[in-house]
C-alpha cells in the first residue's frame, strides 16, 4: 500500500507534465526564434532594455499597493546594492528599514 502522502493522481502528473512540455517549448523555441534572428542595432537596445522594463514591471504594482514604506525599502535596497555590491547586505538592509518603519507603525 502507497502512502497518500506520496501519491498523485493522473490527472494531476499530467497537468504538471503538461506545464513543464509548455515551458521548455517556450524557451527553447524562444533560443531557436532569436538564432535566426538579425541582432541590428534597433534588435540590440530593445534586448538591453528588456531586463529593466520587466523589473519595472514586476516593482511598480508592488509599490503602488504597498505604499510608501515598500518604496522605502525599494530605494534603500537599491541604494545598498548600488554602493555595495553585495545582494545579501542590499536585502538585509531594506529588511531593517522594513523592520524599523512596522515599529514606527508605517
Known amino acids: 500500500m ?12 499530467l497537468a504538471v507534465l503538461g506545464m513543464a ?14 538564432g535566426r534572428l538579425p541582432i541590428t542595432p ?3 537596445r530593445g534586448l ?9 514591471s514586476t516593482i511598480l504594482p508592488i509599490v503602488l499597493k504597498g505604499g510608501i514604506a515598500v518604496g522605502l525599502c525599494l530605494v534603500v535596497a ?4 548600488v554602493g555595495l555590491k553585495k545582494e545579501y547586505v542590499a536585502v538585509f538592509c531594506a529588511a531593517a528599514v522594513a523592520a524599523g518603519l512596522r515599529y514606527a507603525g508605517l
Open 78 to 81: 537599491a541604494a545598498a546594492q
Open 48 to 56: 538591453e532594455a528588456l531586463p529593466g522594463a520587466i523589473i519595472v
Open 42 to 44: 534597433r534588435v540590440r
Open 21 to 34: 512540455s509548455v515551458t521548455y517549448a517556450l524557451r527553447a523555441g524562444g533560443y531557436w526564434l532569436m
Open 2 to 13: 502507497t502512502d497518500p502522502a506520496f501519491s498523485a493522481d493522473g490527472m494531476f502528473m
